[in-house]
């Protein structure tokens, strides 16, 4: 069973940057990487995905133009890097795992491996 780890989340000011990070427990990154975040209702809510190639991108409305996702299958990590954020922006953020070799999904029942999510708080 594969398990993602993810870093990077911390508190920062309204308009500020942070850069999450996304590693496998294991040596296999051959899937695709979604990134959620969890809203006040417990549900997770898509942020962004990439293929396991690297070569297709998707991104929630809410984070266009802000928000960029990006992977190194050297160092089997991929990344989400946050510019511009925002108060509504604070949550816990996740990243998951997509094997199935599919479309990209932006429903979270569709990942099969998870992080533990890692908190960022955005202050006004």
């Known amino acids: 069973q594969v398990q993602l780890v993810e870093s990077g989340g911390g508190l920062v000011q309204a308009g500020g940057s942070l850069r999450l990070s996304c590693a496998p427990s294991?040596?296999?990154?051959?899937?695709?990487i979604g990134w959620f975040r969890e809203s006040v209702r417990n549900e997770r809510v898509f942020v962004a995905h990439?293929?396991?190639?690297?070569?297709?991108?998707k991104y929630a409305d809410s984070v266009k133009g802000r928000f960029t996702i990006s992977r190194d299958n050297a160092k089997n990590t991929a990344y989400l890097q946050m510019n511009s954020l925002k108060p509504e922006d604070t949550a816990v953020y996740f990243c998951?795992?997509?094997?199935?070799?599919?479309?990209?999904?932006?429903?979270?029942?569709?990942?099969?491996?998870w992080g533990q999510g890692t908190q960022v708080t955005v202050s006004s």
């Open positions: 998951a795992g997509d094997s199935r070799r599919g479309p990209a999904s932006t429903y979270a029942v569709y990942y099969d491996y």
């Open positions: 294991g040596r296999t990154f051959n899937y695709d």
């Open positions: 990439i293929s396991s190639d690297g070569g297709d991108v």
